[in-house]
């Protein structure tokens, strides 16, 4: 009887140890590349567009495959190409290999050059070869990526590891985007939308009737097809504000118009969960023209350190055009004064002493905030997340299930 009690308990061990186990390379496998990418936000444009294609959750779904991001500057390039939705979808698919190579196996490839299908061949769109990629181990050090159809050439060059979780995904950066005639073909027609009557219609009249008499109404235009969210002032500010705008240049009076648009597509959910600085239609090099987006509670800010705008109401949210209407007008402080910040109270004097005198010199108006991301709100980054990557997630109710079974099994010895 005693044995049979021994063996009993040693086979709900075995079977504990072997759950655990299981549960652990589970885990291990799951991953999330937006949570990848999010803790590098020179990459912010390439995983914004992962989401609004819908490749993101294919990415996660799959196993054993090879992202290959591209930064800001180098999505600015596939933007200002103009495709449609469509168009980026089967771009970026071109950049998500479909087996798994981290640094060390690209520079360890066979016979010096190897060909990967990617994504974009697996959805059936390609014809041909064009779904596939050439990777080549070049000469001193470098690895080259050219699609079949581009021509002939590198394309682009490895820069970095990103992250890797043998074997299951590695992201990379490459240094451009991939070119393929293509991938690109969709071209865009012209927009069917019609922005300033959609604002016209629900109480936007006056800021849609000056986006139409000013030059900045092409530059929305051209950017519906490839993402756009606008941010329209009521009438009532926007009546309130016009005396400040008729006193600005022609380049001012456009610069302030193109501010209130975004080059990418963001619903309210993704204003809400991607705090910080935001590009506007008027970012253009050394002319930053950028404010900040922030949650006050359930509500959408936007903070362009001269005034602080809140988001009152959906006009439009369907790809690729959202538009929101705000209670003020957006200012940069590329036009106008900073507001003012308070200036903090001063120490208490060691001896609770009554001031001299009441007459101060009044405060004078800070400096324009500066350029450090130290100002922003988002510079104190938070904590790393040890799960971020979601590579290893600690299921405390499983491991605390096996803990209770080696316990029983082990009180029947």
């Not at 939308?193 to 009737?209: D, P, Q, R, W, Y």
């Not at 903090?344 to 905030?369: F, I, T």
Request: aromatic share 6%; hydrophobic share 40%.
């Amino acid at each position: 009887m005693q044995l049979r009690h021994t063996a009993a308990a040693a086979a709900a061990v075995v079977l504990s140890l072997s759950f655990l186990l299981l549960l652990l390379t589970s885990t291990a496998r799951a991953h999330n590349i937006t949570h990848i990418l999010e803790k590098n936000p020179e990459f912010s444009t390439f995983s914004h567009y992962l989401t609004v294609t819908q490749l993101a959750p294919e990415i996660n779904r799959r196993e054993t495959i090879t992202v290959c991001a591209v930064d800001n500057a180098g999505m600015s390039d596939l933007l200002a190409k103009h495709l449609s939705i469509g168009g980026i979808r089967n771009v970026l698919s071109l950049h998500v290999l479909l087996d798994y190579f981290d640094a060390k196996k690209l520079h360890q490839i066979t016979d010096g050059t190897a060909l990967a299908a990617t994504m974009y061949q697996a959805t059936g769109e390609a014809t041909g070869s064009a779904g596939f990629v050439n990777i080549t181990d070049l000469k001193g050090g470098k690895v080259g990526f050219s699609p079949q159809d581009s021509g002939g050439g590198v394309s682009a060059t490895f820069v970095k590891t990103v992250e890797a979780i043998p074997y299951n995904i590695s992201v990379i950066q490459i240094s451009s985007i991939l070119p393929s005639p293509e991938a690109e073909a969709p071209a865009p027609g012209p927009s069917q939308t019609n922005i300033t009557a959609l604002m016209s219609a629900h109480g936007c009249k006056v800021f849609a009737e000056t986006l139409l008499a000013n030059p900045a109404e092409q530059t929305f235009e051209t950017n519906v097809e490839s993402g756009l969210t606008i941010f329209c002032p009521g009438d009532d500010a926007m009546k309130g504000f016009m005396p400040k705008f008729k006193n600005l240049t022609a380049d001012g009076k456009q610069s302030l118009l193109e501010f209130h648009g975004m080059p990418i597509y963001q619903t309210l959910q993704g204003l809400k969960s991607s705090n910080g600085l935001a590009n506007t239609l008027a970012t253009d090099g050394a002319r930053r023209y950028d404010f900040t987006v922030q949650n006050d509670g359930t509500e959408v800010t936007i903070v362009t350190g001269v005034a602080t705008a809140k988001i009152t109401n959906t006009l439009v949210e369907e790809p690729p055009l959202a538009i929101y209407q705000v209670n003020k007008v957006l200012m940069p402080k590329e036009l106008f004064k900073a507001a003012l910040t308070p200036t903090p109270a001063p120490a208490p004097a060691p001896e609770a002493d009554a001031p001299k005198s009441s007459k101060k010199k009044k405060h004078k108006s800070p400096p324009a905030p500066s350029d450090s991301p130290a100002d922003s709100p988002d510079a104190d980054a938070d904590v790393a997340d040890q799960t971020a990557n979601g590579a290893v997630r600690f299921n405390a109710g499983g491991f605390g299930a096996v803990i209770l079974c080696m316990w029983f099994a082990f009180l029947q010895l």
